[in-house]
């Protein structure tokens, strides 16, 4: 929608509203400068996330919007500490329209370096900034980087899921070493790229969605969550192999080059006996 | 400066082009049609009436599609026209919207045969015992009829937006390029096309740059250049590897530090880009300026123009607003020494390179009454006010001339403003005033 230019009609509450911050930014002096920040963040976030769209959305438009975002992370990110990141999430909540969950750890991949060298969380806010970064990548995906997917049903599985959303994450920020698997929303999101996403349905990170079903409540501890999702196919790097090493019967490589944690000995040799047929 | 045409179009124009000899000027829009206009010859009876241009033919290039795999609309409108060189009779034209790319030719009928033997005059088939004589068919004059029709469907290359399109000066080749491929064509093969600048990283996720423009050099046929959403711009050499995702020139100019904004990525995304027309330098377009680059000097541009500088306070509003994201092309004249580039409120600038004036003029109902000369307009940012200035903040935003074109020999540009196109020439000098 096109305003006209600065010169504002009485029109929208929100509409004026909205206006009067940008028009504040615009007189810079007015504004401080976090403020002025988190008045973008807010809009980069709602911009990226109006996906309804008969037309695809332009890709030129969706990457400097996520650069813009990025840099205000990588901002935020150095200014460190927890108190930024209520500041995100106070700020964006309004604007988050449930576009993507924090996602849990259990369900992403970006913390795979992070967990790599930590495997117990030392602190909320080392975890967090990579949860924004694994909420940056998935609005990314959801913005329809990637070629295959269908951005509509992600984005009705978004606005569904609106409320859980935005209640996950609050209890997410102060249980840092819980696990709230906050299933159903990011089923409903990623269960999209499932089902219409057939030549990266292999290499999708979202692949470990397959396995919620799994009933994972006896592997809550850190240990075995941390090796639960790894990623699809990257060269190991050495404190992963040794990492890989301590849990030798945990994990089996898949055709795919999945690993998945089979924690259970005698069953994985009761199926290998079947699958060798002796 | 002086207005000769201004014509309605159904539909928002979407491209401007002249060809090579500025005789036909083709206007595409936002509902997949293409307009071409023609000059009229100059006639020895009345000077005055030297040089308007007339709709030659009207045909619907494109339709919206579907994609059923993604569930998305294709849209019919016009992303790019480019006219091939003249070898013959007919015109073509190269037509693109955001997926496929045609090929068009235009041709004019004014002679029809007459006089057949076994068909009559409509057509139908001649009892043969009342033809008792042969004759042979003669061709007789008819009234003047154009037709056009697709000679190549260039279909099914881009997995993303194509956004420019550029014919190669060898005339059999050509390059279309989306958001993160450049692909090279052979204009009578439409079952193949060699990918030559391939950015997409390995990782979605990681995509940071996207490709904005790009085209060949005007008469080097293994150099094109192609530019980012970074500001970069790479000029790429066809003999140095089949896929030349390495530059043979990067064109880059560092950042000023004291404007960094929140927005200094996005207003540094180059929207358009054209050689000159001697093809030694590079004219580029970003939200705020127009630079000319020299094409053996990489680190900075030799010339940097202000649009509108009096945005840069104001650009949260219009980043609000999508305007930031907005994509104004460029334009050089005949001789490479004036530049045109629009701007918002239906106004367009023109910079002289070796006067180093510029000057502000709108397209606007007002100033297209037959004959009428443009006033150079004003934009106010505070400061002593003039009469008939205007200020920053009565801007009207909606009025954005995106696509210009200059005729390639006179100084005649063609201006599109939403659903209209302005032609206006300078008939008394030959450099801008």
């Given at each position: 929608m096109?305003?006209?230019?600065?010169?504002?009609?009485?029109?929208?509450?929100?509409e004026?509203m909205?206006?009067?911050?940008?028009?504040?930014?615009?007189?810079?002096?007015?504004?401080?400068?976090?403020?002025?920040?988190?008045?973008?963040l807010?809009?980069?976030?709602?911009?990226?996330?109006?996906?309804?769209?008969?037309?695809?959305?332009s890709?030129?438009?969706?990457?400097?919007?996520?650069?813009?975002?990025?840099?205000?992370?990588?901002?935020?990110?150095?200014?460190?500490?927890?108190?930024?990141?209520?500041?995100?999430?106070?700020?964006?909540s309004?604007?988050?329209?449930?576009?993507n969950?924090?996602?849990?750890?259990?369900?992403?991949?970006?913390?795979h370096?992070?967990?790599?060298?930590?495997p117990?969380?030392?602190?909320?806010?080392?975890?967090?900034d990579?949860?924004?970064?694994?909420?940056v990548?998935?609005?990314?995906?959801?913005?329809?980087?990637?070629?295959d997917?269908?951005?509509?049903?992600a984005?009705?599985?978004?606005s569904?899921?609106?409320?859980?959303?935005?209640?996950?994450?609050?209890?997410?920020?102060?249980?840092?070493?819980e696990?709230?698997?906050?299933?159903?929303?990011?089923?409903?999101?990623?269960g999209?790229?499932?089902?219409?996403?057939s030549?990266?349905?292999?290499?999708?990170?979202?692949l470990?969605d397959?396995?919620?079903?799994?009933?994972?409540?006896m592997?809550?501890?850190?240990?075995?969550s941390?090796?639960?999702?790894?990623?699809?196919p990257?060269?190991?790097?050495?404190?992963?192999?040794?990492?890989?090493k301590?849990?030798?019967?945990?994990?089996?490589?898949?055709?795919?080059?999945?690993?998945?944690?089979i924690?259970?000995l005698?069953?994985?040799?009761?199926?290998?006996?079947?699958?060798?047929?002796? | 400066?002086?207005?000769?045409?201004?014509?309605?179009l159904?539909?928002?124009?979407s491209?401007?082009?002249?060809?090579?000899?500025?005789?036909?000027?083709?206007?595409?829009?936002?509902?997949?049609?293409?307009?071409?206009?023609?000059?009229?010859?100059?006639?020895?009876?009345?000077?005055?009436?030297?040089?308007?241009y007339?709709?030659y033919?009207?045909?619907?290039?494109?339709?919206?599609?579907?994609?059923?795999?993604?569930?998305l609309?294709?849209?019919?409108?016009?992303?790019?026209?480019r006219?091939?060189?003249?070898?013959?009779?007919?015109h073509?034209?190269l037509?693109?919207?955001?997926?496929?790319?045609?090929?068009?030719k235009?041709?004019?009928?004014?002679k029809?045969?007459?006089?057949?033997?076994?068909?009559?005059e409509?057509?139908?088939l001649?009892?043969?015992?009342?033809?008792?004589?042969?004759?042979?068919?003669?061709?007789?004059?008819?009234d003047?009829?154009?037709?056009?029709?697709?000679?190549?469907?260039?279909?099914?290359?881009?997995?993303?937006?194509?956004?420019?399109?550029?014919?190669n000066s060898?005339?059999?080749?050509?390059?279309?390029?989306?958001?993160?491929?450049?692909?090279?064509?052979?204009?009578?093969?439409?079952?193949r096309?060699f990918?030559?600048?391939?950015?997409?990283?390995?990782?979605?996720?990681?995509?940071?740059?996207?490709?904005?423009?790009?085209?060949?050099?005007?008469?080097?046929?293994?150099?094109f250049?192609?530019?980012?959403?970074k500001?970069?711009l790479?000029?790429?050499?066809m003999?140095a590897?089949?896929?030349?995702?390495k530059?043979?020139?990067?064109?880059?100019?560092?950042e000023?530090?004291?404007n960094?904004?929140?927005?200094s990525?996005?207003?540094?995304?180059?929207?358009d880009?054209?050689?000159?027309?001697?093809?030694?330098?590079?004219?580029t377009?970003?939200?705020?300026?127009?630079?000319?680059?020299?094409?053996?000097?990489?680190?900075?541009?030799?010339?940097?123009?202000?649009?509108?500088?009096?945005?840069?306070?104001?650009?949260?509003?219009?980043?609000?607003?999508?305007?930031?994201?907005?994509?104004?092309e460029?334009?050089?004249?005949?001789?490479?020494s004036?530049?045109?580039?629009?701007?918002y409120?239906?106004?367009?600038?023109m910079?002289?390179?070796?006067?180093?004036r510029?000057?502000?003029?709108?397209?606007?109902?007002?100033?297209?009454?037959?004959r009428?000369?443009?006033?150079?307009?004003r934009?106010?940012?505070?400061?002593?006010?003039?009469?008939?200035?205007?200020?920053?903040d009565?801007?009207?935003?909606?009025?954005?001339?995106l696509?210009?074109?200059?005729?390639?020999?006179?100084?005649i540009?063609a201006?599109?403003?939403t659903?209209?196109?302005?032609?206006?020439?300078?008939?008394?000098?030959?450099e801008?005033?």
């Amino acid at each position: 929608m096109l305003s006209r230019g600065v010169k504002r009609k009485l029109e929208d509450d929100e509409e004026i509203m909205a206006a009067e911050t940008s028009g504040a930014f615009d007189s810079s002096s007015s504004l401080p400068y976090p403020q002025q920040r988190q008045l973008v963040l807010n809009m980069c976030l709602s911009k990226l996330q109006s996906c309804h769209m008969k037309v695809e959305p332009s890709l030129h438009r969706s990457v400097l919007l996520a650069n813009t975002l990025r840099q205000i992370q990588e901002e935020m990110r150095q200014e460190g500490g927890e108190s930024t990141l209520a500041a995100i999430y106070d700020g964006s909540s309004c604007t988050y329209n449930g576009g993507n969950p924090p996602a849990t750890p259990a369900h992403n991949p970006e913390l795979h370096s992070l967990l790599l060298e930590s495997p117990v969380y030392p602190n909320n806010s080392s975890v967090t900034d990579n949860t924004m970064s694994s909420s940056v990548s998935a609005i990314l995906r959801e913005a329809g980087f990637v070629e295959d997917v269908n951005p509509a049903p992600a984005c009705l599985g978004c606005s569904d899921s609106e409320e859980l959303c935005f209640s996950s994450s609050p209890s997410y920020e102060n249980d840092g070493d819980e696990q709230p698997v906050d299933s159903r929303s990011s089923d409903s999101l990623f269960g999209s790229f499932e089902i219409s996403n057939s030549t990266s349905y292999l290499t999708d990170l979202a692949l470990d969605d397959i396995f919620e079903d799994i009933d994972t409540s006896m592997y809550d501890s850190s240990d075995f969550s941390t090796v639960m999702s790894f990623p699809v196919p990257r060269s190991p790097v050495s404190s992963s192999e040794d990492t890989m090493k301590s849990f030798p019967t945990c994990i089996s490589p898949s055709s795919n080059g999945i690993q998945i944690c089979i924690t259970d000995l005698n069953d994985l040799d009761h199926i290998m006996e079947i699958l060798v047929g002796s | 400066m002086s207005c000769v045409g201004s014509i309605s179009l159904s539909d928002i124009i979407s491209t401007v082009e002249f060809n090579q000899t500025g005789e036909l000027l083709a206007t595409g829009d936002k509902g997949g049609r293409v307009v071409i206009f023609q000059r009229e010859p100059e006639s020895k009876n009345e000077p005055n009436c030297q040089g308007e241009y007339n709709v030659y033919s009207t045909f619907q290039s494109h339709e919206p599609e579907f994609d059923y795999l993604k569930s998305l609309e294709i849209e019919e409108k016009i992303n790019k026209i480019r006219w091939l060189p003249q070898q013959n009779a007919a015109h073509f034209l190269l037509s693109t919207n955001d997926k496929t790319i045609k090929l068009w030719k235009v041709s004019e009928r004014d002679k029809r045969p007459e006089g057949y033997n076994l068909k009559d005059e409509e057509g139908r088939l001649k009892d043969l015992s009342t033809v008792t004589s042969l004759q042979v068919p003669v061709l007789k004059p008819m009234d003047l009829m154009v037709e056009v029709s697709p000679r190549r469907i260039f279909a099914n290359a881009h997995t993303y937006h194509v956004n420019s399109i550029s014919v190669n000066s060898d005339c059999e080749t050509y390059m279309s390029a989306d958001d993160l491929r450049i692909n090279l064509w052979h204009l009578a093969i439409t079952d193949r096309s060699f990918n030559i600048v391939d950015i997409k990283p390995a990782n979605m996720e990681d995509l940071t740059e996207v490709i904005t423009a790009a085209e060949f050099h005007p008469y080097h046929c293994n150099l094109f250049v192609y530019s980012s959403s970074k500001g970069t711009l790479r000029l790429c050499d066809m003999r140095a590897s089949a896929l030349c995702d390495k530059h043979s020139k990067l064109f880059e100019e560092p950042e000023d530090p004291s404007n960094r904004s929140f927005f200094s990525e996005i207003i540094s995304s180059i929207s358009d880009v054209k050689f000159s027309h001697s093809g030694r330098y590079l004219l580029t377009r970003d939200y705020l300026t127009v630079k000319v680059w020299d094409l053996n000097m990489e680190n900075k541009p030799i010339e940097t123009y202000q649009v509108h500088d009096y945005l840069r306070s104001k650009l949260c509003s219009l980043y609000e607003n999508d305007c930031i994201f907005d994509k104004f092309e460029c334009a050089w004249n005949g001789t490479d020494s004036v530049i045109m580039t629009g701007a918002y409120n239906n106004f367009f600038r023109m910079f002289d390179r070796n006067t180093k004036r510029d000057v502000t003029l709108e397209a606007s109902r007002e100033s297209s009454k037959p004959r009428a000369v443009l006033k150079p307009r004003r934009v106010c940012t505070g400061g002593k006010r003039r009469k008939d200035d205007i200020s920053v903040d009565s801007l009207d935003f909606t009025k954005k001339i995106l696509h210009t074109a200059w005729h390639p020999a006179e100084n005649i540009i063609a201006i599109a403003a939403t659903n209209n196109l302005y032609i206006f020439q300078d008939k008394v000098n030959s450099e801008v005033h």
